[in-house]
Structures are given as C-alpha cells and as structure tokens.
C-alpha cells in the first residue's frame, strides 16, 4: 500500500525554538492533514490542505501542500512547553483512501 | 470536547471475556471509522461505515466485530482477543460527500488484554 514517510520520528528542542517537520512519499495525493495527539487522547486536526502550492497558518503553526503533491512540511515557530505531542501527516489519494505518517514525537525543554 | 466520544476510557479484560467499545458523534457526519493505534506503529485502518453500510474492513481478523446501528452510534465487538490486541482504539468520524473532508477522532479506549 501507499506509505508516508514522516521525519524525524522524534525531536528533542529548546523552548522558543522552531521547529520542522515533514511527510513524503512516492505517490500523488489529493490532501494533506496535519494532527496533534497529546498524551492520552486522540488526534486533533491542526491544519487541512487542498491544493498543491498552498501555504496555510494557524497561529505560530504553518504548513505547506507540496507542489509536487508527493509533500508536505510542518512548521511550529517559537515553540512552547504545550506543544509537547505527537504530530502526524496524513494524505487522502486519488481514491479518498487516508493514509497516516508514523508520527513525530516532540519534546520541549523549558 | 472533541464532537466524538468513546466510552470506556480504559478497559482491561481477559482473553475469553467479551466486551464491547462504544463510540458516538454529534458531528452530524456520515461515515465512522474504527482505527487501532499500536506503539511504534501508524494508525492502522480496521473497518469503514459509510452511511450505516460497512464499506471497508482491512483484513481484520474475526474477533473484532463491529456494527453501526445508525450514522451516529459505531461499536466494536470483542471476543476471545490475544495479548497483541492491546492498543489504543480510535474511534473517528467524517462527511464523506464533501470530498476528502478530514477525520475527526474521539480520544480513544485504552485496552488492555491480559
């Protein structure tokens, strides 16, 4: 099946750093969805993309639809104790068939 | 609060025991989905409903057995499961006739199974 390669799978940063993440795979998709899930609970959605190209913020975070439409980036500016999570990619291929990234786990130092 | 709400939280239980994870969305969306969140690995794909119908089941084995009643309520049945069952069971739902609209997920049950 269709893989997303996200990276890195962890991060360990100072608090006010930025930070960046990605997702990349060898096929096409249609999407890309960026969730955060904090200890015990379940992912929320963060950022949705639809068109390659496109840049999207929300607050300090921004991502970026790959013009390729095989990527995508993650960034987190002046980062926070809160955003302590995992963080994961997800894109819908042509099908609407959703395929998830393995995640990258990010810890902040105060 | 999520708009998607899983019931029981946490739930330990033996492996010739049977029992049940309910999950419920005020979302008003149309399609739910069963997902299963293991250490170390993706969010692993187990079952579809799309309107009420089950459209996808991704080589599940037996003893998980789900039923959607209704476009609200999603279940999954459990019965005689293994050690390696134990996860995180994610329960999400969407609007699938807006195109690839985005997941909305509960915050899971933690199972454990001894």
């Known amino acids: 099946g269709q893989q997303l390669n996200q990276s890195p799978q962890s991060m360990f940063i100072q608090e006010g750093e930025d930070v960046s993440m990605n997702c990349t795979s060898s096929?096409?998709?249609?999407?890309w969805l960026w969730y955060k899930q904090d200890p015990g609970e379940g992912p929320v959605l963060l950022i949705a993309?639809?068109?390659?190209?496109e840049l999207t913020s929300n607050g300090r975070l921004t991502a970026q639809f790959g013009i390729t439409r095989k990527d995508s980036f993650l960034n987190i500016s002046a980062s926070i104790p809160s955003d302590v999570g995992i963080y994961f990619c997800?894109?819908?291929?042509?099908?609407?068939?959703?395929?998830f990234g393995g995640g990258t786990r990010l810890m902040v130092k105060p | 609060e999520t708009g998607v709400t899983q019931t029981p939280r946490h739930l330990v239980m033996g492996m010739t025991n049977k029992k049940s994870l309910k999950c419920e969305q005020h979302?008003?969306?149309?399609?739910m989905y069963w997902y299963k969140q293991s250490a170390k690995k993706p969010l692993e794909l187990m079952f579809v409903?799309?309107?009420?119908?089950?459209?996808e089941n991704n080589s599940v084995p037996s003893r998980f057995s789900p039923e959607c009643p209704n476009s609200s309520h999603l279940f999954l049945h459990l019965h005689t499961l293994q050690p390696e069952d134990s996860a995180l069971y994610l329960c999400?739902?969407?609007?699938?006739?807006?195109?690839?609209?985005?997941?909305?997920f509960g915050n899971g049950t933690r199972l454990t199974v001894t």
């Open positions: 999400a739902s969407s609007q699938k006739n807006r195109g690839n609209s985005p997941l909305h």
């Open positions: 096929s096409i998709f249609n999407t």
């Open positions: 993309l639809y068109k390659a190209g």
């Open positions: 997800a894109g819908h291929n042509a099908g609407n068939m959703l395929t």
């Open positions: 979302l008003g969306h149309n399609a």
């Open positions: 409903y799309n309107f009420k119908e089950q459209t």
